[in-house]
């Protein structure tokens, strides 16, 4: 696979390619096309400038809302909607490579999603068919879970779990080791 400079210096270290999209020159009026590149964590777009320069622009998957995919009948179309921001527009894509970055988007999706991702799909006359992928709600309550489980406990919360444990320990429930081993982590958090 041939990764444009643009897209290759601006991967993080631990990111892979999975697809590449440049749109058709012959049916862009644009003589620098754009590139759609998937990656497992990211889709980004590449506007080409001429004389080397470009404007980049990426949506992590943790962010991305919504894929609107449309194959016409010589070219396809994306649009790319972001929680909280400007949708990014793609045109004049092969049918053939748009199609299977729609699908590596879903692939990729369903990788960090808990529940699968919801497609709406249509298909209509003349070849021509139209995706919509929408990220679980999941996704965005188990990062707010994730980022509620970070706070500290109040140290009334603390005190609490505190006189929980010494009464498990008083019962039997738990032994003096788990005992202290609890109370170590829990005065750690405080």
């Given at each position: 696979?041939?990764?444009?400079?643009?897209v290759e210096t601006n991967l993080a270290a631990d990111e892979r390619v999975l697809h590449i999209v440049r749109a058709s020159k012959t049916l862009s009026i644009d003589l620098t096309p754009n590139t759609l590149a998937v990656t497992d964590q990211r889709v980004i777009l590449v506007d080409h400038k001429v004389m080397g320069r470009y404007e980049l622009k990426d949506i992590p998957y943790s962010?991305?809302?919504?894929?609107?995919?449309?194959?016409?009948?010589?070219?396809?179309?994306?649009?790319?909607?972001?929680?909280?921001?400007?949708?990014?527009?793609?045109?004049?894509?092969?049918?053939?490579?748009?199609?299977?970055?729609?699908?590596?988007?879903?692939?990729?999706?369903?990788?960090?999603?808990?529940?699968?991702?919801?497609?709406?799909?249509?298909?209509?006359?003349?070849?021509?068919?139209?995706?919509?992928?929408?990220?679980?709600?999941?996704?965005?309550?188990?990062?707010?879970?994730?980022?509620?489980?970070?706070?500290?406990?109040?140290?009334?919360?603390?005190?609490?779990?505190?006189?929980?444990?010494?009464?498990?320990?008083?019962?039997?429930?738990?032994?003096?080791?788990?005992?202290?081993?609890?109370?170590?982590?829990?005065?750690?958090?405080?």
């Amino acid at each position: 696979m041939d990764i444009p400079k643009a897209v290759e210096t601006n991967l993080a270290a631990d990111e892979r390619v999975l697809h590449i999209v440049r749109a058709s020159k012959t049916l862009s009026i644009d003589l620098t096309p754009n590139t759609l590149a998937v990656t497992d964590q990211r889709v980004i777009l590449v506007d080409h400038k001429v004389m080397g320069r470009y404007e980049l622009k990426d949506i992590p998957y943790s962010k991305l809302e919504t894929v609107h995919f449309e194959q016409g009948i010589a070219a396809s179309h994306f649009t790319l909607k972001p929680e909280d921001g400007e949708a990014i527009d793609v045109s004049w894509l092969s049918k053939q490579e748009a199609r299977r970055a729609i699908e590596t988007i879903r692939d990729a999706l369903d990788e960090i999603a808990v529940e699968p991702v919801s497609i709406q799909r249509t298909k209509r006359m003349l070849g021509r068919e139209e995706w919509v992928l929408h990220k679980p709600q999941e996704l965005v309550y188990r990062r707010a879970a994730a980022e509620r489980k970070e706070e500290k406990p109040s140290d009334s919360d603390a005190l609490a779990r505190l006189s929980d444990l010494k009464r498990l320990r008083d019962e039997g429930a738990i032994s003096q080791g788990e005992y202290d081993q609890k109370k170590a982590e829990l005065l750690d958090k405080v």
